[in-house]
């Protein structure tokens, strides 16, 4: 059984450029929540997607969009790059949008790196 | 808002004893969770308190005070491994982090 897949690994942009990241959740896994984290800091909240819709959202702005498929899979897009972007982007996955026990599990991440 | 505070650093000694505290503000709060990050790495599950009181899961504790707006984490038998970051984070249908305690296990 596949837990929470991500792509890419590690990625490379420039200030201005645009980037999409990829999740899989886990096998029977509907939820998808998307954290930023910066290095040598706790994850962010930038937004949850259930049902296809953005359910809920940290203190990010527009740049950062998403989206869910009905697969249950989910894409974070960051426009206008800035070098505060560089950071690990994790997308955790879970069942409906209450994280019981044990059921918020977390990809390996996306490593962005903003020149 | 949230507000999640935990130490930044701790050390000790392989086979002694650490206790992580966290105390927390949030506008919401449907239980408390505690994960453990290695470098590099996602973190992995550890504890979740719902409500308050002990929860004991081999060489790892986590504990709850709901009125205090306050937990802990308890490692016990330290091993070199257990060197990491610990993060306690707060459901609120959602999860709010804290910034992580960095724990440095010497032999």
């Known amino acids: 059984d596949a837990g929470v897949t991500q792509s890419p690994t590690h990625l490379i942009k420039t200030r201005g450029q645009q980037v999409t990241l990829r999740c899989s959740p886990k096998?029977?896994?509907?939820?998808v929540s998307w954290y930023q984290q910066a290095l040598g800091q706790g994850p962010q909240f930038i937004f949850q997607y259930y049902e296809e819709e953005e359910r809920q959202r940290g203190n990010f702005p527009d740049r950062f969009s998403g989206h869910q498929f009905p697969n249950y899979s989910s894409e974070l897009n960051v426009n206008a790059l800035l070098l505060g972007d560089s950071a690990l982007y994790l997308c955790?996955?879970?069942?409906?949008?209450?994280?019981?026990?044990?059921?918020?599990?977390f990809g390996e991440g996306s490593r962005l790196t903003v020149l | 808002g949230q507000n999640i505070d935990q130490p930044t650093e701790m050390t000790a000694t392989e086979g002694a004893i650490v206790q992580i505290n966290c105390t927390y503000q949030t506008s919401g709060f449907n239980g408390l969770f505690w994960y453990q990050q290695h470098a590099g790495e996602a973190p992995t599950f550890l504890s979740y308190n719902v409500l308050d009181g002990l929860e004991e899961k081999g060489r790892f504790s986590s504990f709850l005070s709901r009125s205090k707006g306050y937990s802990y984490l308890l490692l016990k038998e330290l091993q070199m491994k257990d060197s990491a970051s610990y993060l306690c984070?707060?459901?609120?249908?959602?999860?709010?982090f804290g910034a992580g305690t960095t724990v440095t296990v010497r032999a």
């Open positions: 955790a996955s879970s069942l409906s949008l209450v994280a019981r026990t044990g059921e918020l599990f």
């Open positions: 096998s029977g896994h509907d939820t």
């Open positions: 984070a707060v459901n609120d249908y959602k999860l709010s």
